[in-house]
């Protein structure tokens, strides 16, 4: 702070986080970008705020999300031949804003400037005094000297709402998933122990043979724990092949559940890494099939096991099995959890903004909805006959006409001109959708929106609830492929943004909604019309979200997203109809939220790192003496406690009280622990909450490891 400003400041005033000051500017829909982000210290003291803005170095705070991560000017554009630096004049505005983020309701924004005078010209540093009055904000801009560059008599602001400002941004929204090449580490030495687990079946134990001197090879679990019982070498790697095309989906899926609880459940391999191979199971390169369905649901699942056990597995997908072994060796040494290898190139997964189209789609003609009756399927209709003009809707539910509303939608829809036929159907049951379609003359598209939550951790999770998750949404997706084989019928399925980031506890999910992701990729190869969406979570009351917990919504916000408005949705899905990819992910980003421990597959998304230095349990540690240490773990615990479950702070969690009364459910336990281990260096165990129920408990647990294993 210049020392004109630190006269200037009350000595009451609060410092504003400049980070989070543009992290919850862009959550509301107002984003600015590295030119503009020129504030290098704000102060608020009641509504007046005091501010420090300056034209030379870095932007402040996080980086501009639609720029190229790890590139950031140095500075605004030149400011020679500006009487005052239009980057200048906006940070003070920006000043003015920060009593208005306190406030849910509404965003303001600069509207008008009056009584605007200029004192001195050619300013690269300001200080800025923001007092608010009867008629709007004055403003006093002075430099570093302590004298006048400018004053504005009155700022005024209008108040506008998000779903107003996203309106001009709505295709911004829209993702797609990148695969981007990856410099191959240096390939693990032979001192790495290696195996092979299961059958092979598509020659990885060939392409081992050829990149590794020795490896050892156990037909299942089974052997390799009667081996180790036996005293064999806990292997570094083990790897085993995922995929097997004869295999149903939901065979494929439920074999590798059982594989993963296996494996996490032992602890005699907790510091072994699981590399499942795949070929095809995902398309990293344009206009790619991806015929491996069953290796596809896979991926799903292990993206969410990723989420909830960091480190233990490794997912990659191979062009060429047998030519793919020095690749496997890179891909174990490198640190990204999904890798892709075509033609020896190490490719990563990352979710990027689509440039949005170059025009609005429409849909005529018929169009069925499987789903119809539910939230979104209502939603959907009206938007098909008040935006698109469709005149004949088939609305497919179990239902049918006897699902609540259905009559009063059909009839509010008639009012407006359309047919709507109210069809009792299970999509799943493939001979009751083909008799359903046999009645639908010639449709234009057929969107599938029907899907069942069904959310565990993969270390509770059982098949039948895998199933749950599996029947309306993948079973259903695969009937309308082999049904809709007209190349003039578009099949849109509605997917989950679960299936791309791995969502913790949410395995069933995301392992159905990356089947919908791999058909739309395989439809295309065989030239038919295929899109998927892979929807971020909708706002409202009435959709597959009710039922989540405050505690659910909580993680689904950390992991950078936020609820999409209806409006926001439905704009969305008439961008997305215009697209050429085969997958998109029309979401809400909270780019708040996109800061530490983000998933890699939205490393591209995150804000530029702002350089911040965030102290570990075990740096505070060593700061404190040793009567101090106990009360500082128990005060940490419950931080992150707070944190995992959403509550204000540590204080709404009492020392004495179980977690489990608290909120805590198994998905809750893994990222507790999961935090925990990162702060403390220390590997814990899945159980760790239940073995010790409270915070106190807990907190005399992880002291006693600290000071059995010192750093």
Known sequence: MSTTQQHALPEEARQVDIDDFYGRLADRGLRYGPAFRRLRGVWAHGDEVYAEAELDGAPSGSGDPDDTPGTTPAAAPGGDGYLLHPALLDAALQAALVPDLDRDDSTFLPYALRGVRLHKAGARAINVHAVPGQDGTALALTGADGEPVATIGTLVRRAVTPDQLDAAAQRTRLLRL???AVEAPPSATDQQHWAFLGTDHIGVTGALKSARSSFDSYPSLAALDAALRQGATVPDVVVVSCTDQDAPVRSAAQRALMLVQEWTADPRLASARLLLVSTGAVAARAREDAPDLPGAAVWGLLRSAQSEHPGRFVLVDVDDAQDSGRALVAAAASEEPQLAVRNGTLLRP???????????????????????????????????????????????SRRGPDAPGAAELSD?????????????????????????????????????????LSDA???????????????????AALHLHELVRDPDCALVLFSSVAGLVGNSGQGSYAAANSVLDALAYHRRALGLRGLSLAWGLWDGDDGMGSGLTAADLTRIKRTGFAPLGREQGLALFDAALAGDEAVLAPVRLNESALTDDVPPVLADLAPAASGKHTDTLLTRLAELPDAEREQAVLEFVRATAAAVLGYEGPDDIAPDREFGALGL??????????????????????TL??????PVDLTSHLRRLLQENPS
Not at 457 to 475: E, G, I, Q, S
Not at 689 to 694: K, L, N, S
């Open 178 to 180: 990148a695969w981007k």
């Open 412 to 452: 509010e829809l008639g009012a407006l001109g359309a047919r709507v036929d109210l069809v009792a159907c299970d999509a799943a049951d493939r001979q009751a959708l083909e008799r359903a379609l046999a009645d639908v003359p010639a449709p234009s598209a057929v969107i599938h929106t029907a899907g069942v």
């Open 457 to 475: 951790a993969t270390d509770t999770l059982t098949p039948r609830r895998l199933d749950k998750a599996l029947r309306p949404k993948a079973d």
């Open 350 to 396: 990352r979710l990027v903004r689509c440039p949005p189209p170059p025009r609005a789609a429409r849909l005529t003609g018929t169009v069925v909805i499987t789903g119809g009756t539910g939230a979104l399927g209502r939603l959907l209709a009206r938007h098909l006959v008040t935006r698109h003009q469709v005149r004949h809707l088939v609305l497919l």
């Open 689 to 694: 909450v239940f073995d010790h129920p409270t």
């Open 665 to 686: 459910d198994s998905i809750g336990n893994l990222d507790l622990s999961r935090r925990l281990s990162a702060a403390t260096g220390l590997r814990l165990p899945a």
